[in-house]
Structures are given as C-alpha cells and as structure tokens.
C-alpha cells in the first residue's frame, strides 16, 4: 500500500520529522496522534503527495487511489449539491459510455472468430466487472444516502453549493471522497463540521469500509470506535502502537516506565562499574578486571528516554460572582431569517450552576439561540437574564475574529483593564505562550494556537454564566480534557454548544436537543441522550416498516403529552428521581450496617453464657427485626425509584 521511508521535514533551522519510517497496510484504521503542532496534517499531506518531504521517500502504487481531505480548503464548485458530489463518479460514467460504444461495435460487426472481435467482448467484460465494483447504476441510491447520512436534507440536493456556509460545504467535499470508495483514506479532522448524528453515521461508515483509514482527529470517543493503530508523533518521532487511542495511552505510560526502570539499572550498573575502575586503575592486580570492566562500558549500548512535550494548558476560570436561582428564561422565543423560521415559540429556563448541552443538526439553531441569549441578534418573544447575571461568550467563531495585525501580548493587553493587567504575562503562559512567543503576530498562530488565545480572553473578567459555543474545535486532546477539567471545576452556569461526545460526557447534566424548531429537554448525561434517540429511532423505523397507524398514533401522543410537560412538572420529576435515588442508597448503607451488628451477634451466640442472658437475647431480637423492617423499606423504595426513572425515560 503505502510507505514512508526515513522521511525528514525542516523549515529552516527547525526540524519537524526526523528519519520517518512505517507502512499503511490494507484494511489498517489508523489515528495519528500528537499535540497541536506536532505534524500531523504534514505528515498527511505528504501522504497525499500535497507536500515533498525534505528528505526520504514515500511510496504510493499507481493503483492504489488515495480520498484525501484536509484541515482546510479552497471552494470552487458552482453547480448544485448533486451535480457536485455526482463528480465522484467520473470513472463509473465513463464506463457506461465505453461499455455503450463497445458494444454497439458489437452489435454492427459480424467478424465473430477474429482477435478484434473477441478482444471487444474481453474489454466489455472487464469494463462491466469494473463497474460492477464501483456500484454500477446504484450509484443516484448511494449519493443519496450518503448525502442524508451527513445530514443533506433531499430540497438541499438541487441547492447551489455557493448557498451552503463553508462548513457544509466541507461536508459536500466529504461525500465526493466517501463516494470515490479509496484505497486509502486521508482524513483531516472530518468531524469538525459535522454534528452527533452525522458523526454517529460517519463512525459506522468508516468502520465497515474496506480500505484503510488514516485520521487526525481530537475526537477520542470517534478515534476509539473507529482506529485499531495509533501512530503517535512526538518530538520529531514516531511510535507505531497497535492499539485504538485510550488503549494506546496506556501502553504509552507502561512503556515510558519500563524505559526508566532499565535507564535507573542500567545508570547504577554504569555508576558501579566507573567507581571500580577509578578505585583499582592504579593496582597492578586488578590490571586485567580493570581493562575489562573498560571494555563492557564501551560495549554497553546505552538506554535512551523518549522525550515527551508535557507542556499543557493550566486554566482556572475566576470565581463566579453570586446571581439569581434562575440564570435565563425564555418565554415564546421565535427567530426568522426572511421565509426560514428557525425557532417557533420555544420556552426553557436554566438555573445557576447548571451545567447544559445544546445539541442537534447544524442549522437547527443552537449556535442563533447563543447570539440571541447575547442579544447579538432580533428576536420574537422573551428572553430574560436572572439577577446579577454576567455572562463569557465563546463564539464559535471566536478564533477567527482575532486582528492578525495585532501580536499574541496586544491582543489581550489592549482589552485587559484593572488589576489583572499585572498578570497578563502569567495568564498567557498558562496556556502555552511564554517568553519570545508573545510577540509573535496572530497572523502566523495555527488554529490551535487561535483558539487558546480566544479563550485567554474569557479569564480576563470574573463571570457566572459561561456560553461556549464549539470551544474544542482545534484543541489536541490533552487540551480539550484540561478544559473540560476546568469547566466542571466552574461553580457558575454554563451553556456549552458542542459535538464532542467525550467532552460533554459528564460535564452536563441537562441536554436541550434543537430540532423541528424546537427546544426539547432532556434530563441527564449526553450518552444517555443518545442511547434514548437511539431507540427511539428504531422504534420509527420499525413503525414504517410494520406501516402500523397504531403504533405512529401512540409515539405522536408521546410526544405531544412530553412536550406538554411544564418546566416545573419536569424538574419535579428530576426531584423525584434524585430523592428515591438517595433514599435506595440510605436504605441500603443502613442495611449493611444492621448485617454486620447481626453477624457479629451470631458469633457471639456461640458463647453458651449468652443463652441465658435475657439483656443480650432482647437485643439480638431488636436488631433482627429491624434488619428485616429495613429491607421491607428497601423493597419500597426501590420500587419508587424505579417508577421515577421510568417517568423520567418518557420525557
């Protein structure tokens, strides 16, 4: 398949790949790993003959076809969404058209027993074969669904692709390569632009395709489902593991500790053998151990520690200053652009210290529900801010709304006020820009490097309410995980807009899912959200196969009952469930202890003065009978909290 063979890059004096070397066999998943800056999208562009090495060699088989998408692009296309992604079907069209043409020779020609002849129906039957394993004429059905599958409704086939934002754009570009079905795919950060849903489909894709798969993405839970090989680049290294990203950390960790229990043995044993030599190198009857303990240390082959970077970001946001129990409330909220109706008569409210997902499809209104809560944009409706409410926006965009003219120290001193000015500097370090670097213009920082920055904006000013709106986009993974740290770590409210599953897992507590113009609540985790979605989608699918009107009926009254629920009636079960929860945990504590009291008076039993120890036998008695009450009481509460759990599914 594909190799490379001692591939070296530099840019000046800097050297980014030193000595290179691996091969990309068939069927290999494999993830890239490494910080921000590391060299992976190089590394990928080499790959994809986009970039020559400055040494070394990379070897790609003709008939291998390489799907490559990077980070960023250029768009040129000017027709519609179908007639775009249709591209990729260039080689099937032109052998429709060969087969065609061949076979009306056929059809004309009556020399049957000449070579010309039988040389015809061998290329017809190679060009059908062909054909046949790109797909043939299914290929109208393919494009479809992979355009739904990432999220193209079908009135967005025959739209202009110069309508669509860059992000779905990139999308369109993404269903070409998946189309094109590649040897080899070269994906940089695909899922950067897709939502859940989309990137749950993606995931299955890529996990039953044929070909091989090299990925860089700061999406772990996509990288564990989908990469069985982590190549990791490090200082200008690379260390190949044959394991998916978490499992590869572990093996990381072993390895680094083997490496320095052999380099501490093998430092005593060097240490040892040196004082030997200085002890004895004057005493002519040591002459011949002293020469050859000489000779083992200019044999010995010397233990290396890898280096690893483990710089990292250090964030704390500011203490949140006190607000109201409710931190935002929306009553009848609607927003329009022209025709299109976005959100229709929406009601939510979050409490303080709340922390909430937004979730749903690109275009459903999460990232205008943020500017609408900013009052960046007109609205219908109500939206209301609690008491002394102060609220840190990070715009999805964030990153991009940096002056390049302005250098990483003016960036903040110029909207830095009071004391923290003193502390600028120590502010910047924490998130990787120290000494020299703060000078460097924002012009020439990666998208890494920009998103940090945006975000050393959001610790200048104390705040309660904190609205992040795709704050891991461009992040490594060590980042992303401190960032989560220091957002559950925030004791205000906070909004995050994201599609990273590993982020929002155990972060939030509450998902608002945007869909059909609509806020619906969800309580609990992020997984949990999907898992309900998930089944709740089998069960439509199923509904449509059985074409069952009985069955739609039912899941409309669900769903208009859940959507129905107030806000109180739904906290109101959260309550329930929290408060049956507590009181299984308490029985059950209690339980344990009354066992023990229970076993160690059986043992005491044993004793055969106790016998006639009424005091004692009363006791026993006591403890028994409270051992059996508590477990009734268990029983009860058990089955409370399971009718509130089961409440609590429907909503």
């Known amino acids: 398949m594909v190799s490379a063979n001692q591939v070296n890059v530099t840019f000046g004096g800097f050297t980014l790949f030193s000595d290179v070397s691996f091969l990309v066999n068939p069927k290999d998943k494999i993830g890239l790993a490494g910080k921000n800056g590391a060299g992976k999208s190089t590394l990928l562009k080499i790959l994809a003959g986009y970039q020559e090495p400055s040494s070394g060699v990379v070897s790609r088989p003709k008939d291998v076809k390489l799907g490559y998408l990077p980070q960023h692009m250029k768009h040129d296309d000017t027709g519609t969404v179908w007639d775009e992604v249709e591209k990729a079907f260039g080689e099937l069209k032109q052998l429709e058209t060969d087969i065609e043409q061949l076979n009306n020779q056929l059809a004309t020609r009556t020399d049957y027993e000449s070579e010309e002849y039988l040389d015809i129906i061998h290329q017809v039957s190679d060009k059908n074969e062909r054909l046949s394993i790109l797909g043939g004429a299914n290929y109208a059905s393919s494009i479809e669904i992979t355009l739904k599958g990432l999220g193209f409704e079908r009135a967005d086939f025959t739209r202009l692709t110069s309508e669509f934002s860059g992000g779905w754009r990139m999308r369109i570009q993404l269903a070409k390569i998946l189309l094109q079905k590649p040897d080899v795919f070269l994906l940089d950060e695909p899922t950067n632009h897709l939502d859940i849903e989309s990137i749950q489909w993606f995931e299955d894709f890529l996990k039953n395709y044929s070909g091989a798969v090299i990925l860089v993405s700061h999406d772990r839970a996509f990288l564990d489902n989908i990469t069985k090989r982590t190549i990791e680049i490090q200082m200008g290294k690379i260390y190949d593991y044959k394991a998916s990203y978490t499992k590869y950390l572990e093996l990381r960790a072993e390895r680094h500790e083997q490496q320095l229990a052999a380099y501490r043995n093998q430092q005593k044993q060097i240490e040892d053998t040196e004082k030997f030599i200085e002890r004895f190198r004057y005493q002519a009857t040591k002459a011949v151990q002293v020469q050859s303990r000489i000779k083992q240390l200019e044999k010995i082959d010397r233990i290396e520690v890898d280096e690893f970077d483990n710089s990292a970001l250090r964030i704390k946001f500011p203490p949140a200053p006190h607000s109201g129990v409710i931190t935002l409330e ?63 926006y990070f715009a999805q965009n964030q990153a991009d709304l940096l002056d ?70 461009h992040l490594d993974i060590r980042s992303k995980e401190l960032l989560k740290q220091a957002v559950k770590d925030f004791e205000g409210t906070v909004i995050v807009i994201s599609h990273d599953r590993e982020f929002l897992d155990g972060l939030v507590d509450k998902v608002y899912e945007f869909r059909n113009k609509k806020m619906q609540e969800h309580l609990g985790g992020v997984y949990e959200f999907l898992q309900r979605k998930k089944l709740e989608s089998l069960k439509e699918m199923e509904a449509q196969k059985a074409n069952s009107p009985k ?101």
């Open 551 to 651: 069955v739609k009926v039912i899941d409309e009254d669900s769903s208009k009952a859940t959507q129905k629920l107030s806000y109180e009636e739904r906290k109101e079960v959260s309550r329930l469930v929290k408060k049956a929860e507590q009181n299984v945990k308490k029985s059950e504590a209690l339980i344990a202890q009354l066992e023990e009291e229970v076993e160690s008076l059986d043992k005491q039993m044993q004793d055969p003065s106790k016998a006639s120890d009424n005091e004692f036998l009363m006791k026993y008695q006591e403890v028994n009978q409270k051992l059996e009450a508590e477990m009734e009481q268990w029983e009860e509460y058990q089955l409370e909290f399971e009718k509130a759990e089961r409440k609590k599914s429907l909503l």
């Open 404 to 473: 390049e003219s302005q250098s990483i120290l003016e960036t903040i001193d110029n909207v830095a006020v009071g004391e923290i000015r003193l502390k600028i500097r120590d502010l910047l370090g924490a998130f990787m820009f120290s000494g020299e670097t703060v000078e460097k213009k924002v012009s020439v920082l990666s998208g890494g490097e920009r998103t940090r920055l945006a975000m050393v904006k959001l610790l200048l000013e104390p705040v309660n309410l904190l609205i992040l709106d795709e704050p891991t986009n």
């Open 330 to 392: 929306g009553k009848h909220v609607s927003k329009s652009y022209g025709d299109l109706n976005v959100l229709n008569d929406v009601d939510f409210a979050i409490e303080r210290g709340e922390k909430v997902a937004f979730i749903g499809r690109n275009g459903e209104g999460k990232t205008t529900m943020a500017r609408m809560i900013m009052n960046e944009i007109a609205y219908e409706g109500s939206l209301k801010h609690g008491h002394q409410v102060k609220i840190g």
